[in-house]
Protein backbone atom coordinates (compact mmCIF):
# COMPACT_ATOMS: atom_id res chain seq x y z
CA UNK A 1 0.00 0.00 0.00
CA UNK A 2 3.01 2.62 0.51
CA UNK A 3 3.12 3.28 -3.22
CA UNK A 4 -0.29 3.63 -3.78
CA UNK A 5 -1.90 7.91 -2.46
CA UNK A 6 -4.83 7.27 -0.57
CA UNK A 7 -7.81 9.56 -0.84
CA UNK A 8 -7.47 10.69 2.74
CA UNK A 9 -4.41 12.91 1.01
CA UNK A 10 -6.15 14.51 -1.22
CA UNK A 11 -7.13 18.08 -0.90
CA UNK A 12 -10.74 17.66 -2.31
CA UNK A 13 -12.66 20.78 -0.77
CA UNK A 14 -14.57 22.24 -3.41
CA UNK A 15 -12.62 20.11 -5.66
CA UNK A 16 -14.39 18.29 -8.31
CA UNK A 17 -13.30 14.62 -7.86
CA UNK A 18 -14.37 11.90 -10.17
CA UNK A 19 -14.83 8.51 -8.08
CA UNK A 20 -14.85 4.91 -9.91
CA UNK A 21 -17.24 2.83 -8.17
CA UNK A 22 -18.50 -0.54 -8.65
CA UNK A 23 -22.44 -0.14 -8.74
CA UNK A 24 -22.67 -3.28 -10.47
CA UNK A 25 -25.76 -4.13 -8.47
CA UNK A 26 -28.37 -6.05 -9.26
CA UNK A 27 -31.90 -4.53 -10.71
CA UNK A 28 -35.55 -5.86 -10.92
CA UNK A 29 -38.80 -3.29 -12.18
CA UNK A 30 -36.35 -0.35 -11.53
CA UNK A 31 -35.51 -1.51 -7.83
CA UNK A 32 -32.08 -2.34 -6.63
CA UNK A 33 -32.71 -5.74 -5.22
CA UNK A 34 -29.31 -6.24 -3.32
CA UNK A 35 -27.69 -2.65 -2.32
CA UNK A 36 -24.44 -4.11 -0.54
CA UNK A 37 -21.76 -2.26 -3.22
CA UNK A 38 -23.38 0.39 -3.18
CA UNK A 39 -23.13 0.23 1.02
CA UNK A 40 -19.51 -0.26 0.70
CA UNK A 41 -19.28 2.30 -1.47
CA UNK A 42 -20.35 4.56 0.74
CA UNK A 43 -17.34 5.80 3.81
CA UNK A 44 -15.79 7.07 0.40
CA UNK A 45 -18.52 9.05 -0.67
CA UNK A 46 -19.32 10.34 2.66
CA UNK A 47 -15.72 11.62 3.35
CA UNK A 48 -15.65 13.55 0.21
CA UNK A 49 -18.86 15.04 0.86
CA UNK A 50 -18.05 15.65 4.49
CA UNK A 51 -14.92 17.91 3.10
CA UNK A 52 -17.16 19.71 0.53
CA UNK A 53 -15.85 18.23 -2.54
CA UNK A 54 -18.31 18.28 -5.96
CA UNK A 55 -18.32 14.22 -5.91
CA UNK A 56 -18.97 12.69 -9.45
CA UNK A 57 -19.95 8.95 -9.42
CA UNK A 58 -18.90 6.61 -12.32
CA UNK A 59 -19.59 2.75 -12.97
CA UNK A 60 -20.90 0.31 -15.20
CA UNK A 61 -24.05 -2.00 -14.49
CA UNK A 62 -23.86 -5.42 -16.41
CA UNK A 63 -23.07 -5.95 -20.33
CA UNK A 64 -24.80 -3.32 -22.35
CA UNK A 65 -23.54 -4.10 -26.35
CA UNK A 66 -21.67 -0.88 -25.69
CA UNK A 67 -23.71 0.88 -28.45
CA UNK A 68 -25.81 3.67 -26.47
CA UNK A 69 -28.45 3.87 -24.18
CA UNK A 70 -30.50 0.45 -22.98
CA UNK A 71 -33.26 0.95 -20.31
CA UNK A 72 -32.70 -1.66 -18.54
CA UNK A 73 -28.75 -1.64 -18.29
CA UNK A 74 -29.78 2.43 -16.64
CA UNK A 75 -28.29 2.79 -13.17
CA UNK A 76 -30.49 5.61 -12.39
CA UNK A 77 -32.00 2.92 -9.95
CA UNK A 78 -28.87 2.93 -8.19
CA UNK A 79 -28.95 6.61 -8.25
CA UNK A 80 -32.03 6.26 -6.78
CA UNK A 81 -30.88 3.79 -3.96
CA UNK A 82 -28.05 5.88 -3.00
CA UNK A 83 -29.97 8.88 -2.28
CA UNK A 84 -31.32 7.09 0.32
CA UNK A 85 -28.61 5.85 2.09
CA UNK A 86 -26.40 9.66 1.80
CA UNK A 87 -27.07 12.19 3.26
CA UNK A 88 -26.77 14.88 0.79
CA UNK A 89 -28.12 15.70 -2.66
CA UNK A 90 -27.94 12.97 -5.29
CA UNK A 91 -28.31 13.96 -9.27
CA UNK A 92 -28.31 11.91 -11.83
CA UNK A 93 -26.45 13.21 -15.47
CA UNK A 94 -28.52 11.10 -17.77
CA UNK A 95 -24.80 10.52 -19.87
CA UNK A 96 -21.67 9.46 -18.85
CA UNK A 97 -19.34 12.36 -20.97
CA UNK A 98 -22.08 13.92 -23.56
CA UNK A 99 -23.66 17.30 -22.96
CA UNK A 100 -25.63 16.51 -19.55
CA UNK A 101 -22.85 15.40 -17.86
CA UNK A 102 -20.92 18.05 -18.68
CA UNK A 103 -24.13 20.83 -17.71
CA UNK A 104 -24.56 18.73 -14.16
CA UNK A 105 -20.82 18.81 -13.37
CA UNK A 106 -21.37 22.65 -14.06
CA UNK A 107 -24.02 22.88 -11.74
CA UNK A 108 -22.49 21.07 -8.44
CA UNK A 109 -21.95 22.81 -5.57
CA UNK A 110 -19.43 21.41 -2.93
CA UNK A 111 -21.01 18.12 -0.73
CA UNK A 112 -23.60 17.68 -3.20
CA UNK A 113 -23.11 14.44 -4.94
CA UNK A 114 -23.70 13.72 -9.57
CA UNK A 115 -23.68 9.79 -10.94
CA UNK A 116 -23.53 9.34 -14.33
CA UNK A 117 -24.81 7.23 -16.48
CA UNK A 118 -23.44 3.60 -17.08
CA UNK A 119 -20.16 3.56 -18.56
CA UNK A 120 -20.44 0.42 -20.62
CA UNK A 121 -23.00 2.39 -23.06
CA UNK A 122 -20.00 3.32 -24.78
CA UNK A 123 -17.59 0.56 -26.01
CA UNK A 124 -14.71 2.45 -25.66
CA UNK A 125 -15.00 2.37 -21.75
CA UNK A 126 -13.36 -1.11 -22.03
CA UNK A 127 -11.58 -0.79 -24.77
CA UNK A 128 -9.54 1.41 -22.21
CA UNK A 129 -9.90 3.99 -25.47
CA UNK A 130 -7.23 6.87 -24.69
CA UNK A 131 -10.49 9.49 -26.06
CA UNK A 132 -12.78 8.68 -23.91
CA UNK A 133 -10.52 8.10 -20.61
CA UNK A 134 -9.63 12.07 -21.46
CA UNK A 135 -13.34 12.68 -21.70
CA UNK A 136 -13.97 11.49 -18.15
CA UNK A 137 -10.49 13.27 -17.09
CA UNK A 138 -12.09 16.16 -18.66
CA UNK A 139 -15.25 16.39 -16.28
CA UNK A 140 -12.44 16.39 -12.61
CA UNK A 141 -9.64 18.02 -10.83
CA UNK A 142 -8.66 14.68 -9.01
CA UNK A 143 -9.85 10.91 -9.92
CA UNK A 144 -10.41 8.45 -6.84
CA UNK A 145 -10.73 4.56 -7.67
CA UNK A 146 -13.06 2.98 -5.05
CA UNK A 147 -13.90 -0.77 -7.63
CA UNK A 148 -12.30 -3.07 -6.21
CA UNK A 149 -14.55 -5.37 -8.12
CA UNK A 150 -13.23 -4.28 -11.66
CA UNK A 151 -9.28 -3.24 -10.44
CA UNK A 152 -8.23 -6.45 -12.48
CA UNK A 153 -9.63 -4.75 -15.48
CA UNK A 154 -7.88 -2.19 -17.55
CA UNK A 155 -10.22 0.03 -18.88
CA UNK A 156 -11.16 3.88 -18.86
CA UNK A 157 -12.40 4.13 -15.70
CA UNK A 158 -10.23 2.11 -14.18
CA UNK A 159 -6.54 2.93 -15.90
CA UNK A 160 -6.77 5.14 -18.50
CA UNK A 161 -8.31 8.19 -16.34
CA UNK A 162 -6.02 7.37 -13.39
CA UNK A 163 -2.76 8.66 -15.91
CA UNK A 164 -4.84 11.67 -16.45
CA UNK A 165 -5.33 13.04 -13.14
CA UNK A 166 -3.82 13.15 -9.79
CA UNK A 167 -5.19 9.74 -8.78
CA UNK A 168 -5.92 7.94 -5.57
CA UNK A 169 -7.39 5.33 -3.77
CA UNK A 170 -10.58 4.98 -1.87
CA UNK A 171 -11.55 3.48 1.47
CA UNK A 172 -13.19 0.65 -0.11
CA UNK A 173 -10.25 -0.05 -2.51
CA UNK A 174 -7.76 0.08 0.00
CA UNK A 175 -9.17 -2.21 2.37
CA UNK A 176 -9.64 -4.69 0.23
CA UNK A 177 -6.05 -4.58 -1.30
CA UNK A 178 -4.61 -4.31 2.47
CA UNK A 179 -6.48 -7.51 3.70
CA UNK A 180 -5.62 -9.87 1.00
CA UNK A 181 -2.42 -8.98 0.96
CA UNK A 182 -1.72 -8.60 4.37
CA UNK A 183 -3.34 -12.19 4.61
CA UNK A 184 -0.67 -13.08 1.64
CA UNK A 185 2.49 -11.73 2.84
CA UNK A 186 1.88 -11.58 7.01
CA UNK A 187 -0.75 -14.53 8.22
CA UNK A 188 -1.78 -14.98 11.25
CA UNK A 189 -0.59 -18.87 11.86
CA UNK A 190 -1.77 -21.42 11.18
CA UNK A 191 -3.08 -20.14 7.96
CA UNK A 192 -5.95 -22.58 6.73
CA UNK A 193 -7.47 -21.99 3.21
CA UNK A 194 -10.34 -23.55 2.00
CA UNK A 195 -10.82 -23.88 -1.59
CA UNK A 196 -13.95 -25.27 -3.48
CA UNK A 197 -16.61 -24.64 -6.33
CA UNK A 198 -16.94 -26.33 -9.45
CA UNK A 199 -13.39 -26.43 -11.80
CA UNK A 200 -9.67 -27.31 -10.49
CA UNK A 201 -8.60 -25.34 -14.07
CA UNK A 202 -10.26 -22.30 -12.58
CA UNK A 203 -8.13 -22.34 -9.55
CA UNK A 204 -4.84 -23.70 -10.26
CA UNK A 205 -3.12 -20.56 -9.74
CA UNK A 206 -5.23 -19.81 -6.61
CA UNK A 207 -4.23 -23.35 -5.13
CA UNK A 208 -0.39 -23.08 -6.94
CA UNK A 209 0.01 -19.91 -4.85
CA UNK A 210 -1.65 -20.58 -1.30
CA UNK A 211 0.67 -24.30 -1.53
CA UNK A 212 3.29 -21.71 -0.91
CA UNK A 213 2.00 -19.51 1.78
CA UNK A 214 -0.87 -21.66 3.51
CA UNK A 215 -0.19 -24.31 6.48
CA UNK A 216 -3.47 -26.46 5.63
CA UNK A 217 -5.61 -26.33 2.52
CA UNK A 218 -8.75 -28.18 2.33
CA UNK A 219 -10.37 -29.14 -0.76
CA UNK A 220 -13.64 -29.90 -1.61
CA UNK A 221 -16.65 -28.29 -4.59
CA UNK A 222 -16.45 -29.96 -7.90
CA UNK A 223 -12.69 -29.63 -8.26
CA UNK A 224 -12.25 -32.69 -5.47
CA UNK A 225 -12.96 -34.99 -7.63
CA UNK A 226 -9.90 -34.35 -9.80
CA UNK A 227 -7.83 -34.44 -6.90
CA UNK A 228 -9.38 -37.82 -5.77
CA UNK A 229 -8.25 -39.16 -9.47
CA UNK A 230 -5.05 -38.10 -9.00
CA UNK A 231 -4.78 -40.62 -6.00
CA UNK A 232 -6.11 -43.54 -8.28
CA UNK A 233 -9.66 -43.27 -6.92
CA UNK A 234 -13.37 -44.03 -8.53
CA UNK A 235 -14.94 -40.77 -9.04
CA UNK A 236 -18.54 -42.28 -10.88
CA UNK A 237 -20.17 -39.91 -12.98
CA UNK A 238 -18.97 -36.66 -10.62
CA UNK A 239 -17.54 -33.30 -12.05
CA UNK A 240 -14.00 -34.68 -13.42
CA UNK A 241 -11.61 -32.50 -15.83
CA UNK A 242 -9.42 -35.35 -17.15
CA UNK A 243 -6.70 -32.81 -18.65
CA UNK A 244 -6.37 -31.61 -14.99
CA UNK A 245 -5.30 -34.92 -13.08
CA UNK A 246 -1.45 -35.05 -13.76
CA UNK A 247 -1.57 -31.56 -12.81
CA UNK A 248 -3.55 -32.23 -9.59
CA UNK A 249 -1.46 -34.79 -8.76
CA UNK A 250 1.61 -32.43 -9.22
CA UNK A 251 0.02 -29.68 -6.98
CA UNK A 252 -0.55 -32.64 -3.75
CA UNK A 253 3.71 -33.56 -4.68
CA UNK A 254 4.67 -29.51 -4.24
CA UNK A 255 1.96 -29.34 -1.09
CA UNK A 256 4.08 -32.10 0.25
CA UNK A 257 7.38 -30.68 -0.27
CA UNK A 258 6.47 -27.58 0.86
CA UNK A 259 5.26 -28.96 4.00
CA UNK A 260 1.76 -27.49 2.72
CA UNK A 261 -0.84 -30.16 4.74
CA UNK A 262 -4.19 -30.93 1.73
CA UNK A 263 -7.21 -32.11 3.08
CA UNK A 264 -9.26 -33.91 1.05
CA UNK A 265 -13.16 -35.35 1.49
CA UNK A 266 -12.99 -39.19 3.16
CA UNK A 267 -16.87 -38.99 2.59
CA UNK A 268 -19.57 -37.63 0.29
CA UNK A 269 -22.56 -37.14 -0.78
CA UNK A 270 -24.23 -38.96 -4.06
CA UNK A 271 -27.00 -38.47 -6.37
CA UNK A 272 -28.47 -40.25 -8.94
CA UNK A 273 -28.91 -37.02 -10.84
CA UNK A 274 -28.06 -33.39 -11.15
CA UNK A 275 -31.42 -32.04 -9.31
CA UNK A 276 -33.10 -31.22 -5.92
CA UNK A 277 -35.02 -34.70 -6.09
CA UNK A 278 -32.11 -37.18 -6.72
CA UNK A 279 -32.07 -40.18 -4.89
CA UNK A 280 -28.80 -38.92 -2.35
CA UNK A 281 -26.91 -41.58 -0.03
CA UNK A 282 -23.54 -40.85 1.94
CA UNK A 283 -20.80 -43.12 0.55
CA UNK A 284 -17.11 -42.99 1.71
CA UNK A 285 -14.94 -41.66 -1.63
CA UNK A 286 -13.31 -45.30 -1.55
CA UNK A 287 -17.15 -46.56 -2.76
CA UNK A 288 -18.32 -44.02 -5.30
CA UNK A 289 -20.91 -46.19 -7.38
CA UNK A 290 -19.95 -45.52 -11.04
CA UNK A 291 -23.82 -44.09 -11.91
CA UNK A 292 -23.40 -41.76 -8.93
CA UNK A 293 -22.16 -38.02 -9.00
CA UNK A 294 -21.05 -36.67 -5.92
CA UNK A 295 -22.40 -33.14 -5.13
CA UNK A 296 -21.62 -32.33 -1.50
CA UNK A 297 -18.90 -33.29 0.73
CA UNK A 298 -20.11 -36.03 3.65
CA UNK A 299 -20.90 -35.49 7.10
CA UNK A 300 -17.74 -36.92 8.28
CA UNK A 301 -15.41 -34.49 5.82
CA UNK A 302 -17.61 -32.06 6.82
CA UNK A 303 -16.68 -32.35 10.34
CA UNK A 304 -12.99 -32.88 9.83
CA UNK A 305 -13.16 -29.16 8.05
CA UNK A 306 -15.10 -27.81 10.59
CA UNK A 307 -12.11 -28.67 12.86
CA UNK A 308 -9.51 -27.11 10.37
CA UNK A 309 -10.82 -24.54 10.53
CA UNK A 310 -11.35 -23.75 14.20
CA UNK A 311 -7.95 -24.24 14.59
CA UNK A 312 -7.19 -21.38 11.98
CA UNK A 313 -5.71 -18.03 12.92
CA UNK A 314 -5.88 -17.22 9.30
CA UNK A 315 -9.15 -19.09 6.79
CA UNK A 316 -9.57 -17.93 4.03
CA UNK A 317 -12.26 -19.09 2.10
CA UNK A 318 -12.80 -19.55 -1.92
CA UNK A 319 -15.46 -22.05 -3.51
CA UNK A 320 -18.61 -24.03 -2.47
CA UNK A 321 -18.05 -27.12 -0.57
CA UNK A 322 -20.96 -28.54 -2.85
CA UNK A 323 -23.80 -27.70 -4.66
CA UNK A 324 -25.46 -25.43 -2.09
CA UNK A 325 -27.61 -24.16 -4.33
CA UNK A 326 -29.73 -27.13 -3.67
CA UNK A 327 -30.79 -28.35 -0.73
CA UNK A 328 -30.05 -31.88 -0.39
CA UNK A 329 -26.22 -30.74 -0.94
CA UNK A 330 -25.80 -27.59 0.99
CA UNK A 331 -24.67 -29.08 4.55
CA UNK A 332 -20.85 -29.26 3.52
CA UNK A 333 -21.24 -25.88 2.63
CA UNK A 334 -22.75 -24.23 5.63
CA UNK A 335 -20.57 -26.79 7.67
CA UNK A 336 -17.39 -24.72 6.56
CA UNK A 337 -19.14 -21.69 6.53
CA UNK A 338 -20.21 -21.82 10.18
CA UNK A 339 -17.10 -23.05 11.54
CA UNK A 340 -15.77 -20.03 9.94
CA UNK A 341 -18.24 -18.04 11.88
CA UNK A 342 -17.58 -19.44 14.99
CA UNK A 343 -14.16 -18.89 14.60
CA UNK A 344 -14.10 -15.52 17.07
CA UNK A 345 -9.92 -15.58 17.04
CA UNK A 346 -9.21 -16.33 13.93
CA UNK A 347 -9.13 -13.58 10.71
CA UNK A 348 -12.16 -14.95 8.22
CA UNK A 349 -12.10 -13.81 5.07
CA UNK A 350 -14.07 -14.96 2.14
CA UNK A 351 -13.54 -14.46 -1.46
CA UNK A 352 -15.59 -15.64 -4.90
CA UNK A 353 -19.06 -14.41 -5.85
CA UNK A 354 -20.59 -17.64 -4.99
CA UNK A 355 -18.79 -18.19 -1.40
CA UNK A 356 -20.29 -14.68 -0.62
CA UNK A 357 -23.85 -15.89 -1.97
CA UNK A 358 -23.39 -18.99 0.13
CA UNK A 359 -22.41 -16.88 3.47
CA UNK A 360 -25.15 -14.31 2.86
CA UNK A 361 -27.59 -17.43 2.45
CA UNK A 362 -26.87 -18.73 5.31
CA UNK A 363 -26.89 -14.89 7.30
CA UNK A 364 -23.63 -15.36 8.43
CA UNK A 365 -21.84 -12.24 6.28
CA UNK A 366 -21.47 -10.60 9.65
CA UNK A 367 -19.99 -12.88 11.32
CA UNK A 368 -17.10 -12.86 9.33
CA UNK A 369 -13.93 -10.54 9.78
CA UNK A 370 -14.17 -9.72 5.92
CA UNK A 371 -15.90 -10.14 2.54
CA UNK A 372 -14.33 -9.38 -0.82
CA UNK A 373 -16.32 -7.46 -2.90
CA UNK A 374 -14.26 -8.59 -5.78
CA UNK A 375 -14.64 -11.94 -6.66
CA UNK A 376 -12.15 -12.13 -9.84
CA UNK A 377 -10.39 -9.62 -8.68
CA UNK A 378 -9.46 -10.96 -4.96
CA UNK A 379 -8.69 -14.48 -6.96
CA UNK A 380 -6.28 -12.29 -9.24
CA UNK A 381 -4.86 -10.91 -5.96
CA UNK A 382 -4.41 -14.06 -4.35
CA UNK A 383 -2.95 -15.43 -7.65
CA UNK A 384 -0.12 -13.19 -7.06
CA UNK A 385 -1.24 -10.83 -10.10
CA UNK A 386 -0.93 -7.10 -10.85
CA UNK A 387 -4.32 -5.39 -10.23
CA UNK A 388 -4.59 -3.08 -13.41
CA UNK A 389 -6.76 -1.06 -11.49
CA UNK A 390 -4.58 -0.56 -8.30
CA UNK A 391 -1.11 -0.19 -10.61
CA UNK A 392 -2.53 3.32 -12.33
CA UNK A 393 -3.12 4.61 -8.73
CA UNK A 394 0.97 3.95 -7.83
P1 LIG B 1 -16.77 -18.82 -6.38
O1 LIG B 1 -17.71 -17.98 -7.21
O2 LIG B 1 -17.01 -18.67 -4.91
O3 LIG B 1 -15.32 -18.59 -6.76
P2 LIG B 1 -17.04 -21.09 -8.15
O4 LIG B 1 -17.63 -20.21 -9.17
O5 LIG B 1 -15.70 -21.65 -8.39
O6 LIG B 1 -17.08 -20.37 -6.71
O7 LIG B 1 -17.97 -22.36 -7.94
C1 LIG B 1 -19.29 -22.26 -7.48
C2 LIG B 1 -20.14 -23.35 -8.05
O8 LIG B 1 -19.59 -24.65 -7.83
C3 LIG B 1 -21.50 -23.39 -7.39
O9 LIG B 1 -22.48 -22.97 -8.30
C4 LIG B 1 -21.69 -24.84 -6.97
O10 LIG B 1 -22.98 -25.33 -7.27
C5 LIG B 1 -20.64 -25.55 -7.80
N1 LIG B 1 -20.26 -26.82 -7.18
C6 LIG B 1 -19.81 -27.05 -5.94
N2 LIG B 1 -19.60 -28.35 -5.70
C7 LIG B 1 -19.92 -29.00 -6.84
C8 LIG B 1 -19.95 -30.39 -7.23
N3 LIG B 1 -19.59 -31.33 -6.37
N4 LIG B 1 -20.34 -30.67 -8.47
C9 LIG B 1 -20.71 -29.70 -9.32
N5 LIG B 1 -20.72 -28.38 -9.02
C10 LIG B 1 -20.34 -28.04 -7.79
MG1 LIG C 1 -18.41 -18.24 -9.24
Redesign the pocket.
Known amino acids: MADIKLVEQADVAGKRVLVRVDFNVPIADGVVTDDTRIRRALPTIAYLVGKGAKVILMSHLGRPSGTGYEEKFSIKPAADRLAALVDAPVAFAGDTIGPKAKEAVQNLAGGQILVLENLRFDKREKKNDPGFARALADLAEIYVNDAFGTAHRAHASTAGVAHLLPAYAGYLLQNEVATLTGMLDDPKRPFVAIL????VS??VGVIDSLIDKADTIIIG??MCFTFLLAQGKAVGA??KEEEWIDRAGEMLKKADAAGCKILLPSDVVVADRFAEDAAVSTVPVDAIPADM????IGPETAKAYADAVAGGKTVFW????????MRPFEAGTKAVAEAMAANAEGDTIIG?????AAVNKFGLADRMTFISTG?GAS?ELVEGKALPGVEALK
Open positions: GGSKDKGGSLMGLDNGPMGVFEGGDSVGM
